[in-house]
């Protein structure tokens, strides 16, 4: 398998700076946060931080649940903040003004464990699905509120729009306001209870300079040679005693010190706090004994408010670092370790005696070795490059010999001379959160039953092996392989014997190819095969035969000897076809020849009946398909589409058979392409309509109120007469635009998306209904959807034989609820059983179309259909 190309330096530095914008976004919202959380009015305060929440995050709702003090079981709501323009309910309802963490289990156990809930509804369990849904949300992220490891509430954020997404970088930003608000939450919380003392400990005062008094050894105070802001004056500090002069704190520590100096005749020293006008002043108190007539002491007092300030602010600082959990490091331009935080201990696995030891180490010490090149790729970034950000995630030893998968965030520190000084590391534990996303990369890239990679991944494989062919003058082959007669297995056997073969077939498969090729599941039974950077194509035969001898070796499934037949199709770039979606369509085409003239056989492109052959069989076939166009020898076969709710027709569509005076039944497989490449198709497509519209007509006389769904190819769209010619036809036979259903395919409608809309926008100003057939293969945009005038979705068949997986079975459900929110209707293709008709009936789609309802029919069964409708089946 090809590996993906990493990301050179430019691409990173752009990520990096892409990032700043969203710290310096997030960080600006935490002061406003912040703020707003420390103002005397609480209740604002609280209204005011969640309007910046949403507004920094683009929430359509966001609010607050707070456990009250005796409870750990309950959270009621505090403060909600509402987007004026969403549509979620104005009112919180009454249920959810208290929220009983029992009733939400899975939202409770991702809240306690200390993580983000971010998901859409659909993703939710049934009981948060339900509190999402009655309040018109779809989608929610809840961020937890702790205090030493307990949840004490949450922050819930809700979006009305699904499709809404939120970066890594901006869930750990919102993951750290959550942890300052939680912090600003306790603080508070304890300065409601520590009012009294917080008022004298609001501010500290620089010193003023020292106070100096004579004390006798019974108390009383004698000369007074300098006096303190916060103590008397010295006139009033004269013949009077300690307890009459003095504030009682620094009354009573002298009480007790100068004894103690005058009988050891050793000076005593102690600090106190005393209350100042605008606060306390911390005091360094000195009394030294002395020797005169009498014995006595020299009491020094010395203003130290400006150091214990600076003291308490650092502490605090460190404090807030341990909390945050993110350990701080400062490294040489080299990567020497300079200073660590205490967290650098835990992520290391060690104590704090132990982490003392790593200064002065490189912290390539304790990079996973593969990482490494990554690591000092970065830091030679911020060396070369003067930048002042960056990222990079690795993974760093532990003292047991494990890993985590650690992200740290870069800020370099110049000199005067612009010459890199140190650069400050923020290293996180992500390990869960990197699981998470490889998890979901396997979900997005890879099937889930044979773990290969799916249809996406094969378009970005397929689209760089042809530009590496198309650089280095060599060749792309590609084949399709499609098991032989899997539908009787599936039905014979189960599923489960069904998906074992599957497996089974993928790994025989893989056990043949080369180092670079790539097997792909396609969908169902289908897989596709990549070769690229063919040099030599005479061995191509060989390679794909044995693809094809493989899977005759046998497989053994629950004690049957399965031997398993495929059919396979071969397409060369650039031999074939110029681009990816035309090798894949003529590897797909020569596959289906090759199960149309007996299985179990390897067909190539380059050997077909195609235009570049000038064999006499092609030319004939040409001729015959041009007799019978020109001659009316086509005929018109109609599909059935029911209504999911009740089995009644909803329309037919029309489908071209030919029945060949030689060969008999040729397969649309093959004359259909055959029309496209020789022109003919347009041709066809006229015929195909006009006998099409005639039935329709006697239909309608006959009573009969279903609407007819026509395909429409390439050619008819782009001519320029089509839409009149179109509705000529209509007028011919007493029909009106609304009859008809035109089909265009998706990666028709998407081609040239500009010139396409107008002629899309033209149909339907005329009165036409659209639809888009095979949607999910041509890859539309949700902004191409949007401004398409189609109203229908016609869902490929490959979907339908997927719902047997639990992905496939997620993946239909989106696109079931993409085409809701769009206000578009949903037909699926490709319903062979009653089960599937059953799940999709139950998911709410509104047609259904396929062989367990009824395959293309002559004329006069489908108005047997039509007239009797297919509940039964329903």
């Not at 209350?275 to 020299?298: F, I, K, M, T, Y």
């Not at 029309?675 to 006389?701: M, T, Y």
């Not at 209904?769 to 016609?794: C, N, R, V, W």
Request: charged share 20%; aromatic share 6%; with cysteine.
């Amino acid at each position: 398998m090809v590996k993906p190309e990493q990301p050179d330096c430019e691409t990173l530095a752009v990520i990096a700076h892409s990032d700043i914008g969203l710290y310096q976004t997030y960080f600006a919202a935490l002061e406003g946060v912040v703020a707003q959380l420390q103002a005397p009015d609480h209740s604002a305060g609280l209204a005011g931080a969640l309007q910046q929440l949403g507004h920094v995050s683009r929430a359509s709702l966001v609010s607050l649940y707070l456990n009250p003090s005796t409870q750990t079981d309950l959270a009621r709501l505090v403060s909600v903040w509402r987007d004026k323009v969403c549509r979620i309910a104005p009112v919180t309802p009454d249920y959810l003004r208290s929220i009983d963490y029992a009733a939400f289990p899975f939202l409770t156990k991702t809240l306690e464990t200390g993580k983000l809930l971010n998901t859409a509804l659909p993703e939710l369990p049934l009981a948060e699905q339900m509190w999402l849904a009655q309040l018109g949300a779809r989608r929610l992220l809840s961020i937890p509120l702790l205090d030493h490891g307990m949840l004490f509430g949450f922050l819930c954020f809700l979006d009305e729009d699904e499709s809404l997404q939120r970066g890594s970088t901006e869930l750990q930003l919102l993951a750290m306001l959550g942890t300052h608000i939680a912090q600003a939450l306790v603080r508070r919380q304890l300065e409601g209870a520590l009012q009294g003392s917080q008022q004298r400990l609001q501010a500290l005062v620089g010193a003023t300079g020292d106070m100096v008094f004579e004390l006798s050894p019974d108390g009383l105070i004698g000369t007074a040679w300098a006096s303190h802001p916060a103590l008397p004056g010295t006139h009033a500090l004269t013949g009077r005693s300690l307890a009459e002069a003095l504030p009682a704190n620094l009354a009573s520590q002298l009480t007790k010190a100068v004894p103690v100096a005058l009988l050891t005749r050793r000076s005593q020293a102690f600090n106190c706090t005393v209350p100042a006008s605008n606060g306390l002043a911390w005091l360094r108190v000195r009394v030294q004994p002395v020797s005169v007539d009498e014995p006595g002491v020299v009491v020094l007092v010395h203003d130290i408010s400006g150091l214990m300030q600076d003291t308490a602010k650092r502490q605090t600082l460190l404090d807030t670092l341990n909390l945050l959990e993110e350990a701080i490091v400062d490294l040489a331009p080299a990567g020497e370790l300079l200073e660590s935080s205490s967290a650098w201990a835990r992520l290391r696995g060690v104590d704090l005696r132990e982490a003392l030891r790593d200064v002065g180490k490189s912290l390539f010490t304790w990079i996973f070795p593969d990482d490494a090149p990554q690591v000092a790729q970065t830091l030679t970034l911020l060396l070369q490059t003067h930048a002042e950000t960056a990222h990079v995630r690795f993974r760093l030893m532990q003292q047991s010999g494990d890993f985590l998968w650690v992200e740290a965030r870069l800020l370099a520190r110049f000199n005067e001379d612009n010459q890199l000084q140190a650069i400050r590391a923020v290293l996180r534990d992500v390990t869960v959160a990197h699981v998470s996303e490889e998890h979901l990369t396997q979900l997005a890239l890879y099937d889930g039953l044979t773990k290969l990679p799916n249809r996406l991944m094969l378009d970005d494989q397929l689209a760089s092996a042809i530009e590496r062919a198309r650089r280095n003058n060599t060749k792309v082959a590609l084949g399709f392989l499609d098991l032989d007669q899997f539908k009787q297995i599936n039905d014979a056997f189960g599923h489960r014997t069904g998906d074992q073969l599957l497996v089974g077939l993928a790994q025989q498969l893989q056990s043949v190819l080369g180092e670079h090729d790539v097997l792909a599941r396609w969908g169902g039974d289908e897989f596709v095969v990549l070769m690229p950077d063919v040099v030599d194509t005479n061995e191509l035969k060989e390679r794909a035969e044995s693809l094809r001898s493989i899977t005759r070796q046998g497989l053994a499934l629950d004690g049957l000897d399965a031997r398993p037949t495929v059919s396979a199709g071969f397409a060369i770039f650039p031999d074939n076809a110029t681009c990816g979606e035309d090798l894949l369509s003529a590897a797909d085409h020569t596959m289906h020849h090759a199960k149309h003239v007996g299985r179990n056989t390897v067909c190539f492109y380059g050997d077909l009946l195609h235009v570049k052959s000038l064999g006499r069989e092609h030319v004939a076939i040409q001729a015959r398909l041009a007799d019978a166009i020109r001659q009316n020898k086509l005929q018109v076969y109609y599909q059935p589409i029911v209504r999911a709710r009740d089995g009644e027709v909803f329309a037919v569509e029309a489908l071209a058979r030919w029945q060949d005076e030689k060969n008999g039944w040729i397969s649309p497989e093959l004359f259909i392409p055959m029309a496209e490449k020789v022109g003919l198709i347009q041709e066809l497509s006229d015929r195909v309509a006009g006998l099409a519209f005639a039935k329709l007509r006697e239909w309608r006389d006959a009573g009969l109120a279903q609407r007819l769904m026509l395909n429409i190819s390439r050619s008819q769209l782009f001519a320029p007469e089509f839409v009149s010619g179109m509705l000529d036809k209509l007028s011919q036979y007493r029909l009106r635009p609304e009859d008809v259903i035109l089909e265009i395919t998706e990666s028709v409608a998407v081609t040239d998306y500009s010139r396409q809309l107008k002629h899309l926008r033209q149909l339907a100003a005329a009165g036409f209904q659209l639809a888009i057939d095979d949607f999910g293969t041509g890859y539309s945009s949700l902004s191409q959807l949007h401004e398409m005038p189609a109203t229908i979705i016609k869902v490929d068949v490959s979907f339908a034989q997927r719902l047997n997986t639990e992905e496939g079975r997620r993946v239909m459900q989106a696109i079931v609820q993409l085409a809701q929110g769009l206000q578009m209707q949903t037909i699926i293709e490709g319903v062979e059983s009653v089960e599937t008709a059953r799940f999709l009936q139950g998911m709410g789609v509104d047609y259904l179309q396929g062989f367990h309802f009824s395959e293309p029919v002559p004329c006069g069964v489908a108005e047997l259909w039509m007239r009797l409708g297919l509940g039964n089946k329903a």
